[in-house]
Structure formats: C-alpha cells, structure tokens
C-alpha cells in the first residue's frame, strides 16, 4: 500500500457517494470531522489516524487496522469492524450503537463513556478495555476475552455476559 498524500485525501473525501476505499494506506491521516457514511474501508490502514468527531455510519471497516486511531466522539453506528484492529485506540465518547466487532481486536482501547447499545463484541480481544462510564444496554459479549476490562460504572443491563448469561436478570 502505498500511502495516499494530503491532497489525495481531500479529492477522494469530496468525490461523489459511495466511497471506496477498501485496502488504501491512510496511516496517520487527519480525517477529523469526515463525513465517511457507508464507506468501504476493508482492509484499510488507518493505524494512528485522527477520526476524532468523523461520521463513520454504517462504513465498513471489517479487517481495518484502527491501532491507535483516534475516534473520540466519533459515530460508528451500524459500523461493521469484524475482525479489526483497534487496540490502544480512542473511541471516548464514540457511538457504536449496534455496531459489530466480532473478533475484533480492542486491547487497551479507550471506550470510556461510548454509547454500545446493541454492539455486537462476541469473541472480541477486550483485554484491559477501558469501558468506564460505557452505556452498554443489550451489548453482546459472548465468549469475548475481558481479562482485565474495566466495566467501572458502565451501564450493563441486558448485556450478554461472555457465558451467555444476561446482566440484570436472575439465573
């Protein structure tokens, strides 16, 4: 991949709808505030890029490299980041509203305060994930890897537990 430049960016950001971008180098790229709805970034780089505050509704991101991206506040509802890679990256605040991150890699990424509602984590790397603050309701953890998650005042109820047991309700 070779990687695209400023100006390239900004021509590709401003071309007509749908966006394809599946397989581009973006590393690094400062996309904050990019409007990125129902882009196909497949098996893009976007290892260290600022998408803080970037509309990135239902774009597909599945096998991406996010690693140390910025995502703080940014939406990604109905998002799907199967198999991504988003480990240390910063997703504060994002929106990932029925977003899916099966088998996804967030190992100590930041989600604190980001909205899961209906996010589909199952068997997702959560390996000392930050989820403080998270609104999590109906959330599907099954068979995810939480070692070391911190769930610190995150609203968990009607989340499946990675056992496939229900938050809140009785067994």
């Not at 430049?5 to 590393?27: E, K």
């Not at 991406?64 to 703080?72: D, T």
Request: charged share 20%; hydrophobic share 40%; with cysteine.
């Amino acid at each position: 991949m070779t990687p695209l430049t400023p100006w390239q960016i900004y021509d590709l950001l401003n071309r007509n709808r749908p966006l394809w971008l599946a397989g581009c180098d973006l590393a690094g790229a400062y996309l904050e505030g990019a409007n990125l709805t129902d882009v196909d970034l497949r098996g893009a780089n976007l290892r260290g890029a600022n998408l803080t505050e970037a509309n990135l509704t239902q774009a597909n991101l599945i096998g991406a490299n996010l690693e140390g991206a910025i995502l703080a506040r940014a939406n990604l509802r109905q998002a799907n980041l199967d198999g991504a890679n988003l480990a240390k990256a910063n997703l504060s605040e994002a929106n990932l509203r029925e977003a899916h991150l099966i088998r996804s890699d967030l190992s100590e990424a930041n989600l604190t305060d980001a909205l899961l509602h209906q996010t589909v984590l199952k068997q997702a790397k959560l390996h000392r994930t930050n989820f403080e603050g998270a609104h999590m309701r109906g959330a599907n953890l099954y068979e995810a890897d939480i070692q070391e998650a911190n769930f610190n005042h995150a609203n968990m109820r009607g989340t499946m537990m990675t056992d496939g047991s229900i938050y809140g309700e009785p067994s």
